[in-house]
């Protein structure tokens, strides 16, 4: 067990220290949330627009944003020529974990980034209880990554990578969702904790799903 | 070729029936319909709509069980199974989608209304239409079965969430349609007879569709090797 945390991690610090040698994909990731946010305040201009329209376009930032990024971890093996060499140098899994805990890791950068400028930017957007939005975050952000690793692994051996991504992604996605919109529409409301139990129920329930069923299938789709 | 006649007068028979008969406030012979209060000869979508959507359902059981089975034997047959369960359930998809919207235009005045069983089908068809996306976006057969397998299995891992998210989500919008509002209702006893009969009708035109496009699909097959 040891060995498999071992080799995820140091696919996992592999992988981040390629990314942060180049950091290509990093600015353009960061342009893209500045630019998301611009094109929705230019469009907002001086309107008031309700909270829960605005947790919804949140959401589609945050959306949009993982499928720019998250796809690289595979597609950028794929690129660069490196898939038979880490096929022969590690376990399937370890691969798995490496690249799931890589996501994360930067899809939570990158969701931390979007709040911050969006809470700082939306002046509509207040959010009345921190507990709910902060939970709503995390479980989002974990079951985000964990369901776009596996669809990223998917798609690097495709021929249309870029537009397949979204495509291949929003019905699994669409559960997960749905869930955080509304759990982040109760945030703004300032609802009571308790009552987002259920919400959290079913994104803590969905993480778990999807990891595991991630985990049984990587190995098919890994291998030629 | 006789279950092919038998199925065709079937139907027919079943189509026949769902318009002719007629709808009166209190039955009292066997071939005639109760009127439903704001429904009346709208109620008769039942016997099409509702087979059809169950019809879609069944495909993508059936194409994810076959995704398994591939996945486990590595056996082509199953993904040429599973592909052609998918594209006859995409197609019923669509038909119970238009059949649907329809319906609502003419019962709530609005093609779509975003209520829990109108996203699920329209989720269904979004599965449908990423699973084939995926498959034209593969050359290599064997990679485009693994995938495409792989695939459809996470994609029914994610479908049991709808049903207890959507609920929650949409609880303010309009009431379900005809489904669950039959469910409370006693049906009818000829209505529950036609619609049972235009059920199995319906599910037995899936499978021989299936059945003639899986052995459309293995001559094919063996027709693409042959000629490498």
Same mark, same amino acid.
């Given at each position: 067990m040891s060995s498999l945390w071992y080799a995820s991690v140091t696919i996992f610090v592999k992988d981040l220290r390629s990314e942060l040698r180049t950091r290509y994909s990093l600015n353009s990731l960061l342009m893209f949330v500045i630019t998301t946010l611009s094109v929705i305040l230019f469009s907002l201009g001086s309107e008031n627009v309700s909270s829960d329209v605005l947790s919804g376009v949140l959401w589609i930032i945050i959306f949009f944003s993982t499928m720019s990024g998250l796809s690289r971890s595979f597609v950028s093996e794929e690129e660069r020529g490196t898939v038979m060499t880490l096929q022969l140098t590690a376990r399937p899994l370890a691969v798995f974990f490496g690249k799931l805990l890589f996501n994360t890791v930067l899809l939570a950068a990158l969701n931390l980034l979007t709040v911050t400028l969006y809470l700082l930017f939306i002046t509509n957007f207040v959010v009345q209880n921190y507990t709910i939005f902060i939970t709503t975050m995390g479980l989002g952000t974990i079951g985000l990554a964990s369901a776009s690793t596996i669809l990223a692994a998917i798609i690097a051996k495709a021929n249309t990578k870029g537009t397949l991504y979204p495509v291949l992604s929003f019905p699994i996605l669409l559960p997960l969702l749905l869930t955080v919109i509304n759990a982040t529409k109760m945030s703004v409301e300032g609802a009571a904790v308790y009552e987002a139990f259920s919400e959290f129920q079913i994104l803590i329930s969905y993480f778990i799903v999807i990891t595991t069923i991630s985990y049984l299938l990587f190995e098919f789709v890994w291998k030629e | 070729m006789l279950g092919k006649t038998i199925l065709g007068v079937w139907l027919s028979a079943v189509i026949l029936v769902a318009f002719s008969f007629p709808m009166v406030h209190h039955p009292s012979e066997w071939y005639q319909f109760p009127v439903i209060p704001g429904l009346e000869d709208k109620a008769r979508i039942l016997f099409f709509h509702v087979p059809m959507s169950w019809t879609a359902v069944v495909a993508f059981i059936l194409a994810m069980g076959y995704s398994i089975r591939y996945l486990v034997k590595k056996n082509m047959d199953d993904d040429i199974k599973s #592909? +052609? #369960? #998918? &594209?006859? &359930?995409? @197609?019923?998809?669509? =038909? #119970?989608? @238009?059949? &649907? +919207? =329809?319906?609502?235009?003419f019962n709530w005045g609005s093609f779509w209304n975003w209520d829990p069983r109108e996203t699920s089908i329209f989720v269904l068809l979004l599965i449908y239409g990423a699973y084939f996306a995926l498959r034209s976006a593969l050359d290599v057969e064997e990679r485009k079965a693994t995938l495409s397998a792989v695939y459809s299995i996470i994609a029914g891992v994610t479908v049991p969430f709808f049903i207890f998210i959507l609920p929650r989500i949409v609880a303010s919008l309009h009431p379900e349609p005809i489904i669950n509002n039959r469910g409370k209702i006693d049906m009818n006893t000829t209505m529950l007879v036609v619609f049972l009969c235009s059920l199995a009708g319906f599910t037995a035109l899936f499978f021989w569709m299936w059945h003639l496009k899986v052995r459309t699909e293995r001559l094919a097959l063996v027709h693409q090797t042959e000629g490498e």
């Open positions: - | #592909a +052609s #369960a #998918a &594209g006859l &359930g995409l @197609v019923f998809c669509i =038909l #119970a989608t @238009v059949t &649907g +919207s =329809l319906w609502a235009k």
